[in-house]
């Protein structure tokens, strides 16, 4: 077929979704950062590997020791991927490597180009659930940005569960859960038996060594309260009813 009557090549793209943990340093920066290797310590692996939003919105252009911040979260290990809340025009930022845009994320199947001569189709509705009918093995990294995740299984050591919403574990938790991530602190953790590594909700975490032993490979929930993780029980107790 000559070149001329070739129809062109369909393009094809695939979207991806970017799931960030968003870091929102107060002053003093010197004590926050205290409480933050303080948090490493507990979990070191808890921002291996992950993206992370550097929000500037709680700082100005001359919160003291702002020139120090971004090389001191990068020797930590800490992947940046975009700042916001802040200027790159501010004097103390003038060092930084000021991120251009964001890399990696997760593949979440092909996206059609529209056709500005075709119909707009209506969008699915956000915030539906994702249901799992088998176990999350190690390794494996479950998410649902929108919505909750409800597992019918077990999530093995090593494994992530991570949810807009809440999450329901229908088994041994064992892995990590981090729920709430878009800014839900009523969203909750349920599991059959609590065995977890980390428990998160809206950014807020506590790890293995934290939870009571009361609730070790016991039926259990975790709520955020206060600005902090509670363990309880998954069923309340029941007291017996004394008769008169």
Known sequence: MPDELRPPPKIRARGRSFLALVL??????????????????????????????????????????????????RARGIRIIGIEGGDASWPACAGWDWPSGFMGGRASGAVDIPDDAAPVQPQPPRGSSMIIEQPIRSGQVIMN?????????SVGSGAEVTAGGSIHIYGPLRGRAIAG??????????????????LAIDGYYITAEEIDPQYVEKPAQIVLTNDTLVVQPLVPPVFPVRKR
């Not at 940005?145 to 299984?153: C, F, L, T």
Request: aromatic share 6%.
């Open 24 to 73: 929102s340093p107060e002053p003093v920066l010197a004590d926050w950062l205290a409480g933050l290797d303080a948090q490493i310590a507990r979990s070191s692996t808890f921002f291996a590997g992950k993206p992370v939003i550097l929000d500037l919105s709680l700082l100005d252009a001359t919160t003291e020791g702002l020139a120090e911040l971004y090389p001191a979260l």
């Open 145 to 153: 940005p929108d919505g909750d995740v409800i597992v019918i299984g």
């Open 181 to 198: 991530m878009n800014g839900q602190p009523h969203a909750r953790i349920f599991a059959h038996s609590m065995q977890a590594e980390l």
